[in-house]
Nanobody, 131 residues
Framework: EVQLQASGGGLVQAGGSLRLSCAGSEFTVYDYAIGWFRQAPGKEREGFSCISSTFDTTYYTDSVEGRFTVSSDAAKNTVYLQMNDLKPEDTGVYYC????????????????????????WGQGTLVTVSS
């Protein structure tokens, strides 16, 4: 069974950095597009980044472009999210999710952040950015 877990959240001051991990088990993350989502207090969940190791592509929404970087480590079967220059509006619960859709988050399909495109979801990790 495909399982993944997001971890690494915490409390940080504005301008600080955090590194989140999305560890896979019972599957190889290389074979899936991995999406990152977050849900701020009182708001809907939104996708903001994805990575396809198969196609060596990554995408970011405008809200995080230039500040967040997604990468993967095949040896650890883990996808990482490096978050720099964090802002109070980045506060929320962060999730990683895996998609079995061929070509998602690549030149074939581009970024997709609809919930139904991702079949496997990890437990969220809380990120709090103080002003």
């Amino acid at each position: 069974e495909v399982q993944l877990q997001a971890s690494g959240g915490g409390l940080v001051q504005a301008g600080g950095s955090l590194r989140l991990s999305c560890a896979g088990s019972e599957f190889t993350v290389y074979d899936y597009a991995i999406g990152w989502f977050r849900q701020a207090p009182g708001k809907e969940r939104e996708g903001f980044s994805c990575i396809s190791s198969t196609f060596d592509t990554t995408y970011y929404t405008d809200s995080v472009e230039g500040r967040f970087t997604v990468s993967s480590d095949a040896a650890k079967n883990t996808v990482y999210l490096q978050m720099n220059d964090l802002k109070p509006e980045d506060t929320g619960v962060y999730y990683c999710a895996a998609s079995e859709v061929w070509g998602l988050c690549s030149h074939m399909r581009g970024p997709e952040f609809a919930d139904y495109e991702y079949q496997h979801w990890g437990q969220g990790t809380l990120v709090t950015v103080s002003s």
